[in-house]
């Protein structure tokens, strides 16, 4: 955990530090004793090389490009445009306008569309807390779209009331090709069926992942190492996964490449992300394995609660879309979720170890049930 988010650091999709992150994981599981392969795709890369507003004050708020604004320079009036829905935009002229509008209720790629539509040349979104944030559209938005504080949001809104304003708004970023790639360890046992253990390695751009997710990837590692003394019935697949960060590409991929034959071997998918901060543990996603979970974190004495659903929110999604049978580990309570303070500093080691420990007892109870 320590030396993915603090020798390595930020590991962000198909940049430097994700392929130093990969290599070094591979390494670790084949000292283990495991045969390992790097399957590599091609991912599409945000990269923002910086972005500025100018409001007339000679003063310069710290903005960022919410991933997948368009780039360029636009100027114009700034224009209050509520929350973005078309109910706020409806009788206000945006027409070469940038909007200001204020974070919640719909998604970002919402926002930027319903201000386009409606002639803006630039959209500024703006907290409703304290601080900046990282915003990211799931579509390309047709005009430049940042992110600003909350503070100097409403400072703004305050100033607009008063007096009309003409800003500038530059985004400086583009998509570029790259690679990324899954570590994929393979430990074969007696039988057909095989368990994949699975964590994202990478991170976002924003911070060095300590808690999201080289928490999971220790565990795994762990896992990794702790098996062939296990004596599993079944062959142990670990794969670590990359571009998870920016849409679950990795694990879909993985997904994806499985023949189908190889699909239905798979008993059982264990993912673990973000188990190192916060004081509840907890596990969702298929109902059979929640009760195992739960089962086997009693036998260990670890408290783990049943997650309502499976969020969705991480790499376990793609294989349960894929109807192999997946569960989901995670700590909700980070408050330092996404920045650059998820740091090694703030994980809990014995977070790890208790993730680490439930992992354990899982397997081998899943190994009486995977029997013929
Ligand atoms: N570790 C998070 C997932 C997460 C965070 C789940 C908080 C539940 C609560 C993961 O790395 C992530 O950030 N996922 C993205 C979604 C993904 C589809 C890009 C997210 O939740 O925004
Ligand atoms: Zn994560």
Not at 212 to 239: I, K, T
Not at 271 to 278: A, I, K, R, W
């Amino acid at each position: 955990m320590r030396w993915l988010s603090e020798t390595v650091g930020s590991r962000p999709t198909g940049a430097e530090g994700e392929r130093a992150a990969a290599e070094g994981i591979a390494e670790r599981l084949r000292l283990a004793g495991y045969d390992v392969t790097l399957q590599t795709f091609p991912v599409t890369r945000f990269e923002d090389r910086g972005s500025s507003l100018e409001t007339g004050t000679g003063e310069m708020p710290d903005v960022r490009a919410v991933v997948n604004s368009a780039a360029g320079q636009v100027a114009g009036p700034l224009v209050d445009a509520g929350l973005g829905r078309p109910s706020d935009l409806a009788g206000r002229d945006l027409r070469g306008a940038v909007a200001l509008i204020r974070r919640g209720e719909i998604t970002f790629a919402e926002k930027a569309r319903n201000a386009a539509a409606a002639g803006a040349v630039g959209a500024v979104v703006f907290n409703q807390e304290p601080g900046l944030f990282n915003g990211a559209m799931d579509e390309a938005a047709p005009i430049p779209v940042v992110a600003l504080g909350g503070e100097e949001g409403a400072a703004l809104l305050g100033r607009l009331a008063a007096a009309p304003l003409t800003t500038t708004l530059r985004v400086d970023a583009s998509l570029v090709e790259s690679s990324s790639q899954n570590v994929v360890a393979r430990l074969p046992g007696g039988g057909e069926e095989t368990l994949v253990v699975g964590a994202h390695y990478d991170s976002v751009a924003a911070g060095p992942g300590a808690n999201d997710n080289a928490s999971g990837v220790a565990v795994a590692l762990e896992l990794a190492e702790a098996a062939p003394s296990l004596g599993l019935p079944y062959s142990l697949e670990m794969v670590l996964f990359g571009a998870e960060e920016i849409g679950l590409v990795g694990s879909r991929h993985y997904v994806a490449q499985l023949a189908p034959a190889a699909r239905e071997q798979i008993v059982a998918m264990l993912n673990f992300d973000m188990v190192g901060v916060g004081e509840r543990l907890t596990a969702g996603g298929d109902d059979g394995l929640v009760e195992a979970a739960l089962e086997a974190a009693a036998a260990q004495g670890v408290a783990v609660e049943p997650m309502a659903g499976d969020s969705g929110r991480s790499d376990h999604a793609a294989f349960s879309a894929a109807g192999v049978p997946a569960l989901f580990f995670h700590r909700p309570d980070d408050p330092r979720y996404h920045t650059a303070e998820d740091t090694a500093a703030h994980v809990t080691a014995v977070h790890l170890g208790d993730a680490a420990r439930v992992g354990a007892e899982l397997l081998q109870a899943l190994a009486t049930t995977a029997q013929p």
